[in-house]
C-alpha cells in the first residue's frame, strides 16, 4: 500500500501540484477546495461533484483519503491517511468508493466527517478525497503504456480558538545569471495554528511608472513558510520602489475573517548600498 501511495504522489504531484482543474485528465471536480469550521461533536456533510468531459471516453475512477500539506514553494505534498497530526482522515467517511462515468456523465460524491467530542489542540485539520484512474499514454511512441493520474478536493477543517498570522519576514529582488530575467522573492512564515489565504498587489513605482503584480489565492500553511515568486518587467530600475500588500481572507480570530498585513516595502541593492553611505556618514 505504501509502495502505491509513494507512486500516486509522483503522478499528483506532476498533475494537480499547482491546483489546476481537475479537468486535466478529462475529470471535472468542482470544489477543489473545502473550507469547514468545526465544533467538537460536530456533523458535517459536503457534497463534491465529479464530471466526465470527455466526449468519447469512459473513464472509471477509485476514490480514497491522504494526508497532505504544502512545501515551501506551495507544492501538494500526500501521506497515507491518518500519518499526520494534522489529519483529520480517520474522522471521515464517503460514498461511492468507485465510480465509472460515461462521456458527459457527472456523479456526486458524499463526504460526512464527524468531529471527535474532544480535540487534543484548537487549529486546523486537513485531508484530501483524492480520484485516481489509469489511462493509456497518447503521446507518440507511447503505444501500450498506461499511467496512473490523482486530482483532488482539499479540505481544510478548523476548530476551536484558530489563528492565522501570516507575516512578510523577506522580500528581495533576484536576476536570474543566464537570462537577465528580474523577479521579487516574497518569504512568509504563519505564525497561527491555522492556515492564511492572502491575495494582494506588488506595486512598482521605476523611474516614474507605476505598475501592480495582482498576488492571488496564496495559501500559507499553520506554522509553516511559503516562498512565492513574482516576476518583475525587465525595465526594472535600480532604485526601484516595490511595495507588498497583501491581505489574508482567512482569518478566525477576526470578526470580519479578514485581516490586512502591514505593507512591506523592497529596499533593492541600490538602495540598501545608499543606506550604508548614509549610515557611514
Known amino acids: ?13 506532476a498533475i494537480v501540484g499547482s491546483a489546476l482543474p481537475a479537468s486535466a485528465f478529462g475529470i471535472g471536480l468542482q470544489p477543489t477546495t473545502v473550507e469547514i469550521t468545526v465544533e467538537p461533536g460536530d456533523s458535517n456533510r459536503q457534497v463534491v461533484n465529479i464530471a466526465n468531459v470527455h466526449q468519447e471516453k469512459t473513464i472509471s475512477l477509485t476514490l480514497g483519503l491522504a494526508d497532505w500539506d504544502l512545501d515551501e514553494a506551495g507544492q501538494i ?11 483529520a482522515a480517520t474522522w471521515t467517511r464517503f460514498s461511492p468508493a468507485f465510480l465509472t462515468l460515461r462521456p ?15 480535540l487534543s489542540r484548537s487549529g486546523d485539520f486537513r485531508f484530501a478525497l483524492l480520484a485516481s484512474t489509469i489511462l493509456p499514454e497518447e ?7 498506461w499511467k496512473k493520474y490523482q486530482i483532488a478536493s482539499l479540505f481544510y477543517l478548523t476548530a476551536g480558538n484558530a489563528n492565522s498570522a ?13 537570462s537577465g530575467s528580474k523577479s521579487l522573492l516574497i518569504e512568509i512564515a504563519n505564525q ?16 516614474g511608472e507605476r505598475q501592480s503584480i495582482d498576488v492571488g489565492n ?7 513558510k511559503r516562498a512565492y515568486v513574482a516576476p518583475l518587467p525587465d525595465s526594472l530600475a535600480n532604485d526601484a520602489v516595490i511595495d507588498v500588500r497583501l491581505s489574508n481572507s482567512h482569518a478566525p480570530q477576526s470578526p470580519s475573517a479578514k485581516q490586512i498585513l502591514p505593507p512591506y516595502r523592497v529596499i533593492t541593492e541600490s538602495k540598501r548600498a ?5 549610515t557611514r556618514q
Not at 107 to 116: G, R, S
Not at 192 to 207: F, K, M, V
Not at 218 to 224: H, I, R, W
Open 1 to 13: 500500500m505504501r509502495q502505491c501511495l509513494s507512486h500516486l504522489i509522483l503522478i499528483f504531484a
Open 77 to 87: 505534498r500526500l501521506s497515507p491517511p491518518g500519518e499526520s497530526d494534522t489529519s
Open 139 to 145: 503521446r507518440t511512441g507511447q503505444s501500450g503504456v
Open 274 to 278: 545608499a543606506l550604508d553611505v548614509e
Open 166 to 178: 501570516p507575516v512578510i519576514e523577506n522580500s528581495t529582488v533576484e536576476i536570474d545569471e543566464e
Open 192 to 207: 497561527g495554528n491555522s492556515h492564511a489565504r492572502l491575495t494582494g498587489t506588488i506595486d512598482i513605482d521605476s523611474d
Open 104 to 118: 458527459g456523465e457527472s456523479e456526486q460524491v458524499i463526504v460526512d466527517m464527524a468531529t471527535p467530542s474532544r
Open 218 to 224: 496564496l495559501v500559507v500553511l499553520d506554522g509553516a
